[in-house]
């Protein structure tokens, strides 16, 4: 009798068990980050820094899913495709998790948004927009709602512009830390594996010209 080749899965944790142990861990990590340190309004402003980065691994997973599992098949990287979704849903869990930390990091130090420009805003708030969006459209129903042409094309331009607000939100970062430079560099690197991942799906779809 012909045995089973099915790969096994990657991940012990599936789907929303996989999401909730993600948003467990962010809780946890929020929490540690704010009780080990002596002052509150510090521990809420590493908290803020802390959530922006789980964040933006939890995006580098889901931007670059698709291009690991043309590049380099494997069952971990067939997995990431197959759990893009509840790591996209565990990066907008992430992501809501740092605006309630601005809230009160903003309730806690008063000069906090008079000393911000409407300007310097920008990115962020559209960054939160777009979050906001991708998330919404992450269920069946909404993708149904929304059709597949609109779907893509949504979920295209969201995940190029979050790429280009942690590019950006790193970059600026970098006169106040040299160590800024390894998240711009991670994510100039996603985005050459996600471009050559594309280039190689677009090359294996073209049909081979006949020889004679
Ligand atoms: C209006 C919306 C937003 C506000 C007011 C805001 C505010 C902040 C603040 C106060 C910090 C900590 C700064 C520090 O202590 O140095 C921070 C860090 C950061 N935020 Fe946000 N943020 C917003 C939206 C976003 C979005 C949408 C993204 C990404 C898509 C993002 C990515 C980052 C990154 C990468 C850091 C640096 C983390 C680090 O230090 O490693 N932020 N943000």
């Known amino acids: 009798m012909p045995t089973t080749t099915a790969t096994p899965p990657a991940f012990r944790f599936q789907g929303w068990s996989l999401f909730s142990l993600i948003a467990v861990l962010v809780l946890l990590m929020t929490a540690l980050t704010v009780m080990l340190n002596p002052d509150l ?28 599992a043309v590049l380099v098949p494997s069952p971990l990287s067939k997995s990431l ?34 000393g911000r420009t409407t300007l310097g805003n ?11 969006l991708l998330a919404l459209t992450s269920f069946k129903s909404t993708t149904r709602l929304i059709g597949a042409k609109a779907w893509k094309r949504l979920h295209t331009t969201g995940m190029w512009v979050l790429a280009a607000i942690f590019a950006y939100s790193n ?30 799906q677009a090359n294996k779809r073209q049909p081979l010209p006949r020889t004679v």
């Open 81 to 114: 495709v197959r759990e893009r979704r509840f790591i996209g849903l565990a990066f907008a869990f992430s992501h809501l998790v740092h605006a309630v930390l601005i809230y009160a990091y903003g309730q806690l130090n008063t000069e906090f948004w008079p």
């Open 171 to 200: 970059f600026k970062r970098i006169p106040m830390s040299d160590w800024y430079v390894l998240p711009l560099g991670l994510i100039c690197a996603a985005t050459a594996v996600r471009l050559v991942g594309k280039l190689a």
């Open 41 to 68: 309004t510090e521990g809420v402003r590493s908290a803020i820094r802390a959530t922006a980065r789980s964040s933006f691994v939890l995006f580098l997973l889901a931007f670059t899913a698709s291009a690991f």
């Open 122 to 132: 920008v990115p962020g708030s559209v960054g939160y927009v777009f979050v906001l």
